[in-house]
């Protein structure tokens, strides 16, 4: 479970927050951590208690809908920035097409619980277990509308071989995303010795009814897994090798808090078919019990290795849900065509003069395509058309 949001205000607290996390554990997730203190940068920005209470009510509109109507899947469309050095294609932290294209496959069965470890789920948590409904493709097209040689991939050599959360957010970030209403921009990077797998950035809700406007995060929008995180082929290192970081951070991009609440028992991710437990796990126990419960470890918010989780809840898919259908930039995703490209396109038919339905001779005409085929007729002319293409 994961403890209500907070605008952390003071540099002091937040130093000791850090020393407090690496003492105690090493910090895999740096979602918490970056999000107070983006939100110390823009204090006109909702806090996270005013998004939580925005997304209860949500929420609740949201399980009230899905009860009585068949649920759509939600599909969304992601390029990939493999951050490098110069580094040749598929060798150190410029990724291999095949490694990113592992991790996109890994997303897609965990997000529809078509994973091969559901058996792993223990069975009283089997009951919650659920898939949430969501899907991921690559992007076919790049911000200008060219087709890409490697689908949602954007190669960026940075100039750097490691790259610190500063960085990432000041420079990174804002010099290479891509419009996040039409994409969800994931990145991968090399932390160097930080120790840190990955961290997002949780949706917000500013321009909705009951929040508050002036959120200014547009340009740091997304996730940053480590290079050796991403996926489960090629340059990946155990424990983190199946690609559930990820999984990780795109739930805290939906809206999902640390399973245990970064805190004690008495904290709350505001999932009633989770737990609660009195800390995060690490490494893969047979069993865990505190807070007078077991502790649900396979739950993929949780810190344990990527072979031990396999789940999500109910509760995290109608958290999830409700942040896609109603969060800024995160709803405009669901109308963005830039996994479609018309790779073939046939026109056949007869040119005709709209007044008379005379047939025009060596008429002109105008074929546009680009996620769809358009035609322009010229000189007011109407044309009648079969087509048929490859998407």
């Not at 789920?121 to 898939?131: C, E, I, R, S």
Request: hydrophobic letters at 35%; glycine letters at 8%; aromatic letters at 6%.
């Amino acid at each position: 479970m994961s403890f209500p949001y907070r605008i952390i205000n003071s540099v002091i607290f937040l130093v000791l927050v850090s020393f407090s996390v690496t003492a105690q554990q090493q910090e895999k997730c740096g979602t918490m951590r970056m999000d107070s203190i983006r939100r110390a940068q823009h204090p006109n920005a909702p806090s996270l208690q005013d998004f939580e209470n925005w997304l209860q009510d949500e929420i609740e509109q949201y399980k009230q809908k899905s009860a009585t109507a068949k649920q759509q899947v939600i599909t969304i469309p992601v390029v990939v920035h493999v951050v490098h050095d110069g580094d040749p294609v598929g060798q150190n932290e410029n990724l291999s097409q095949a490694q990113v294209n592992s991790q996109i496959e890994i997303l897609n069965e965990d997000f529809r619980r078509l994973n091969s470890d559901t058996t792993d789920t223990p069975a009283n948590f089997q009951p919650v277990a659920a898939d949430i409904e969501i899907e991921f493709c690559l992007a076919r097209v790049d911000p200008q509308g060219n087709v890409l040689n490697e689908p949602g991939i954007d190669r960026y050599s940075g100039g750097q071989s490691t790259w610190s959360q500063n960085d990432i957010d000041n420079t990174l970030k804002p010099n290479t995303i891509w419009d996040p209403n039409r994409y969800f921009n994931i990145w991968t990077v090399d932390f160097g010795n930080s120790g840190l797998l990955g961290y997002a950035q949780f949706p917000e809700a500013s321009g909705l009814q009951g929040m508050p406007s002036g959120s200014q995060n547009a340009q740091t929008d997304g996730v940053v897994v480590r290079h050796t995180a991403f996926g489960r082929v090629g340059n990946v290192n155990a424990p983190a090798d199946k690609g559930r970081t990820a999984t990780h951070e795109v739930g805290h991009w939906l809206g999902l808090q640390h399973i245990w609440g970064d805190g004690d028992c008495s904290q709350d991710d505001f999932c009633n078919d989770t737990p609660d437990a009195d800390a995060s796990t690490s490494g893969c126990p047979n069993s865990q019990s505190s807070c007078g419960s077991v502790d649900m470890i396979e739950n993929y918010m949780d810190y344990t290795d990527d072979a031990c989780m396999n789940m999500f809840t109910a509760d995290q898919k109608s958290r999830m849900r409700t942040v896609m259908n109603n969060s800024p930039r995160r709803v405009d995703l669901l109308s963005s065509n830039v996994c479609r490209v018309l790779d073939k396109e046939y026109v056949s038919g007869q040119v005709v003069d709209s007044a008379t339905g005379t047939g025009i001779p060596n008429a002109q005409v105008l074929i546009s395509s680009m996620a769809s085929l358009q035609i322009r007729c010229l000189r007011g002319l109407m044309i009648s058309t079969q087509e048929s293409g490859a998407m």
